[in-house]
Antibody, heavy 120, light 107 residues
Framework: EVQLVESGGGLVQPGGSLRLSCAAS????????MSWVRQAPGKGLEWVAN????????YYVDSVKGRFTISRDNAKNSLYLQMNSLRAEDTAVYYC?????????????WGQGTLVTVSS | DIQMTQSPSSLSASVGDRVTITCRAS??????LNWYQQKPGKAPKLLIY???SLQSGVPSRFSGSGSGTDFTLTISSLQPEDFATYYC?????????FGQGTKLEIK
């Protein structure tokens, strides 16, 4: 059974940092692109970042470029999101998701999400 | 960046109704379009991929159509468990943008 379990969320002050983790199991982690998607309270979904299977390609939404870094450790079956210079508008539930190829890229498997709150 | 616009933003309907949600892309995305369902406090669930392909395990009352810039999600006969928020998402570009969502409520 595919499982994605996020951790690392919490309350942080503006300008602070936080590192999210996503532990993957039930599939060959190193074979899949992985993504972070976030959802601000009461708002819609926003695709935040992608990383290729070997970590050689990474993509970010403009609003987090230069502040967030996506990474992975295939030996530990883990995905990470290092978030620096956090702003109030980064407050959201952060989901990790596996990017599957189904004729096109789609996210079939998601974690349960971890809440990040940026507030003083 | 490719912008995705859904309409309506909210919709009231009754059990048994046929409902249609539309999604428009700011440029042609061929059939690189997915639909997700999200219930409160839960992660999104993939319903339709590549504009019209039904994800495994999803009831056949859900269907999708469209190509280029205009897409639709149709639920042929609403069931109580279908009241949720629906999102389209393009996979044409590397960072796939989502529509703003359509909240489907019980009339």
């Amino acid at each position: 059974e595919v499982q994605l379990v996020e951790s690392g969320g919490g309350l942080v002050q503006p300008g602070g940092s936080l590192r999210l983790s996503c532990a993957a199991s039930g599939f060959t982690f190193s074979s899949y692109w992985m993504s972070w998607v976030r959802q601000a309270p009461g708002k819609g979904l926003e695709w935040v970042a992608n990383i290729k299977q070997d970590g050689s390609e990474k993509y970010y939404v403009d609003s987090v470029k230069g502040r967030f870094t996506i990474s992975r450790d295939n030996a530990k079956n883990s995905l990470y999101l290092q978030m620096n210079s956090l702003r109030a508008e980064d407050t959201a539930v952060y989901y990790c998701a596996r990017a599957d190829w189904l004729d096109i890229v789609a996210m079939v498997f998601w974690g349960q999400g971890t809440l990040v709150t940026v507030s003083s | 960046d490719i912008q995705m616009t859904q309409s309506p933003s909210s919709l009231s309907a009754s059990v048994g109704d046929r409902v249609t949600i539309t999604c428009r892309a700011s440029q042609s995305i061929s059939t690189s379009l997915n639909w997700y369902q999200q219930k409160p406090g839960k992660a999104p669930k993939l319903l339709i991929y590549a504009a019209s392909s039904l994800q495994s395990g999803v009831p056949s009352r859900f269907s999708g159509s469209g190509s280029g810039t205009d897409f639709t999600l149709t639920i042929s006969s609403l069931q109580p468990e279908d009241f949720a928020t629906y999102y389209c998402q393009q996979s044409y570009s590397t960072l796939g943008t989502f529509g703003q969502g359509t909240k489907l409520e019980i009339k």
